[in-house]
Each structure stands twice: as structure tokens, then as C-alpha cells.
């Protein structure tokens, strides 16, 4: 359905079209990606600086469409007012706390190669009817992420050996792993992730109470959790056997990290 908000200005269910023009911020992002990864692809200058670039710009692409696939579903199973809220723009300043959701992540990926579980959008729950739904919508961020993993593997053992420097194709595959361990995380059932949000709506009020309780400190827990050496050791053994059965070789990602790290030398 289709109106007009004012003169030249169409609307789709009542909402304007330019909620759901990509921001001039992701697509500048989505430039430096491809940008860096040619630079990194012909070895053109600091290369080591091309494939930091071309990591952090893919990591921050990547989550921003993390989030507009949560939007976007959310969208779609009735929350009208999510596209109000610029969520629909693929712009992670919208997110609800740029330092949690942005800067932090970043960080983590460059200090210990993980990728942190980033932006996160605020969905109107009582807009969407039905559980599965709910669950739908929590799903959607980490599907991404695991078809991003699936597209990058795919390109590392297609495209290795027949183009491109070294350095890029150990960009793809830190990116990868980045997405792998993503993924993985994302689906913990833990409290205020998106894997707790898919089985909330399932849960009794008793037991949904509880769950609400502990939600905000979901990233503190996630942190306490991989801190422990056994569980932290439990998590990586898991994402390097799925690595391994993909076919992604820790040769890739483990010469990725290290040349993200450009200050090093």
C-alpha cells in the first residue's frame, strides 16, 4: 500500500521511502571494503594497512546487516515503527549505544580475533504477533552472519591460488573465522543475545521473569563466560571442529589477525 506524506514524498505502509535508503555512512563503509580489498588484492602500499582496513570495514558491514536483518524481519511481522527509528537505514549509529555495539567489537576483534556480537536494535514486541515469529526475528542476525560464513569459505577455496596477493585471501580468512565465531556466539543461549531471544518466547512467565532479569547483563555474562578457561576452551574447540569441517584452514585467519595488527611491524 502506498500514500503520500507530503508533495513528492511516497509512502510504503505509511512510511516514507527514505527509511529505507542505505545511509551515506554504510555505504561509505561498503566503499572502503571493496576499496581496501583492491588495494589489498594488488599489494598496493602498506599492505598490512590494507588488510586492517578491509577487515574492520567488512566486520562493520557485516554488522550492520546483522541488524537490518533483525529490522527487516521485524518489519515485515508488524513492528511499522522500527523503520521510524532509522533501523531499516543500515546506519550503526542508530544502534542503541555506539561504544557497545561499534567501538567495542572492533576492539575485540582486533585484540583477540572474535567477533563480539555488535549492534542491537530495539524491536517492539508487542507489535508482532506470535512466538515463532519472535524467534524468527532473533534469528535473522545470526543467519546472516552464518551465510556470510558460507560465502566467505566459499570464495577462500574457489578463489585462492587463481588471483589476488596472499595478504588479501588471509583477509577473507579472518573474516570468516570473524563470522564463524559470530555465529557461534550469537546462538548461545544466552540471556540478551540473540540465541536467549530466539527461546524467551517460549519460556514459561516464571521462567521468562527470570530471563528478563538477566538480559541487560547478557555481555557481561558472555565475558564472564569466556573468560573461564574451561568454557572459553570449550567455545574455541567448537568453532575451530566447524572451521575444520568447512575447510577453513587456521593458516588463513591465524596470518589475517596477525597482519591486522599493522602496528606491530
Request: proline share 7%; aromatic share 14%; glycine share 12%.
Amino acid at each position: 500500500m502506498m500514500g503520500y506524506d507530503r508533495p513528492g514524498e511516497p509512502l510504503v505502509l505509511g512510511v516514507p521511502r527514505a527509511a529505507f535508503r542505505p545511509s551515506p555512512v554504510f555505504l561509505g563503509l561498503v566503499a572502503l571494503f571493496v576499496t581496501s580489498g583492491v588495494l589489498a588484492w594488488q599489494r598496493y602500499g602498506n599492505v598490512r594497512f590494507d588488510v586492517f582496513l578491509f577487515v574492520v570495514s567488512g566486520w562493520l558491514v557485516s554488522l550492520c546487516l546483522h541488524e537490518y536483518a533483525h529490522a527487516l524481519v521485524a518489519y515485515r511481522f508488524g513492528d511499522r515503527d522500527i523503520a521510524h527509528r532509522g533501523y531499516l537505514t543500515l546506519n550503526p549509529f542508530k544502534y542503541t549505544h555506539p561504544l557497545l555495539s561499534i567501538v567495542l567489537p572492533v576492539i575485540v576483534v582486533l585484540l583477540g580475533g572474535i567477533g563480539l556480537p555488535g549492534g542491537a536494535v530495539w524491536v517492539d514486541r508487542h507489535a508482532i504477533p506470535g512466538r515463532l515469529r519472535h524467534t524468527l526475528v532473533s534469528l535473522a542476525g545470526p543467519a546472516t552472519n552464518v551465510l556470510f560464513t558460507l560465502v566467505l569459505v566459499a570464495a577462500l577455496r574457489i578463489g585462492f591460488g587463481n588471483g589476488g596477493s596472499v595478504e588479501f585471501w588471509a583477509g577473507v580468512g579472518l573474516l570468516a573465522f570473524l563470522q564463524l565465531t559470530a555465529s557461534v556466539l550469537n546462538l548461545l543461549p544466552v540471556p540478551g543475545l540473540d540465541g536467549g531471544n530466539m527461546i524467551q518466547p517460549w519460556l514459561s512467565p516464571q521462567y521468562r521473569r527470570m530471563y528478563d532479569l538477566f538480559a541487560p547483563y547478557g555481555f557481561i555474562l558472555l565475558f564472564a563466560l569466556l573468560w573461564s578457561p574451561r568454557i572459553g576452551g570449550w567455545f574455541f574447540d567448537a568453532v575451530f571442529a566447524v572451521a575444520d569441517v568447512l575447510g577453513l584452514s587456521p593458516a588463513f585467519y591465524s596470518v589475517g589477525f596477525e597482519l591486522i595488527r599493522f602496528w606491530q611491524g
